[in-house]
Structures are given as C-alpha cells and as structure tokens.
DNA sequence: CTGGATCCCGTAAGATACTG
DNA sequence: CAGTATCTTACGGGATCCAG
C-alpha cells in the first residue's frame, strides 16, 4: 500500500505504460491532478523504483517519466485489482 | 485503494481469517492501532461489505466481527499484493 | 512556456480519558 | 467489554507563486 497507495500513483502507471512521458503531458492527461500531486508522487515513486526519471537539455528544458520493468509488473497487480473491483460490482 | 486503503485495513482483515474475533481481541492482536483505529475501519469496512457486526447479549456484551465473502475475496488480492512484494524485494 | 516550490487546509492517525 | 469524546500531530491534497 506504501507503494501503491494514494490517490494518483495508479492512474500515472496507467498513463506511462504507453511509454515515455513527459510531466506536462500526465498533467494535462490526468486532468484532476495538480502539478504538484505528480511532482510529490513521481518523486516517490522514482525512489520505490517504479518510474525513472530523464532529463533532456533541450530549452525549455522537457523531463521524461518511464516505468522500469518493476513499474510494469506494478500494472499487472492493479489490473487483478480491477478485476476484482468489476467482479464484486465495486 | 479506498476500500482496502489506511494503514490498518489490511491488517484487520488478516486477523479476521481465522474466524470471528471480538473487539479486544482485535486490539490487543493489532498491538500498534488504537482502539479509535479500530472502531473507525470497522465501521467503514462494515459499510462497504467486508465484515459483518454480531452484538451478543451478554453481561457483559459481546461484539463480534466476521468477514463476509466479499472480505475473503478480499484476502487474495491481498495475498496477490505480498507475493508481489516478495517477488521484487520489497 | 517548462518543471517545480510554497502556502494553506482538511482529514487520517495517534494518545488518552471517559461512558454504558 | 466495547466503544465514544476530545485533543494534538502528521500528511495528503489543492491553489497559487517562482525560476529557467
């Protein structure tokens, strides 16, 4: 739950398993949530090893996100979540 | 994450497998949660479903809490999240 | 414009005392 | 025994402001 818990960690795994991403582009995509939200958790989950964090010195400066393979299997484990959401009607 | 989220959800529904327990075993099992913790996730876990409240009529009163189905379905998505854990070192 | 830091608030968590 | 009442603290969350 330390993890995985929280109120955005999910839905970032979710938007980066399409690949590599940058901050604005989740900020836009998970409308709700502000900026900060996904600087507080993309940072945790960087030191959990879920996510990698890359800097590219173009100008303005853009800061990609990529899930590690430990990210990957994190999504499996939220799709069995899903699951059992949808088989007890939650 | 918002039914099974909190730090001690988790932890009463492990104690709850073995059967039906009463309010202070709970507690004193559950040696961190105090007695507030506990009747607050219960209430809360009471009303979406996962255990059910027994009020025997004794002197003096005993409460019992079950799990329900839904709480056992409940306990192998957890078993899910530790054998994630364990798999990847966490 | 980009990524992030700062401020403020509400709720969860914790400790302790009290009640039926 | 099984909670409730009350208070304090810590953290998650949201809006806003700052630097490159």
């Known amino acids: 739950m330390r993890i995985l818990g929280g109120k955005w960690k ?8 399409a690949g590599p991403t940058r901050f604005n582009a989740l900020s836009r995509e998970l ?3 502000s900026k900060k939200m996904i600087a507080e958790r993309l940072k945790e989950m960087e030191e959990t090893g879920l996510v990698t964090r890359q800097v590219v010195a173009t ?15 994190a ?15 939650v």
Do not use: N, R
């Open 10 to 17: 999910a839905s970032i795994l979710w938007h980066l398993q």
């Open 31 to 33: 409308g709700g949530a």
């Open 59 to 73: 100008k303005p400066v853009a800061v990609t996100y990529e899930l590690t393979p430990f990210g990957h299997s």
């Open 75 to 89: 999504l499996g484990i939220l799709e069995s979540l899903h699951d059992w959401c949808v088989d007890h009607d």
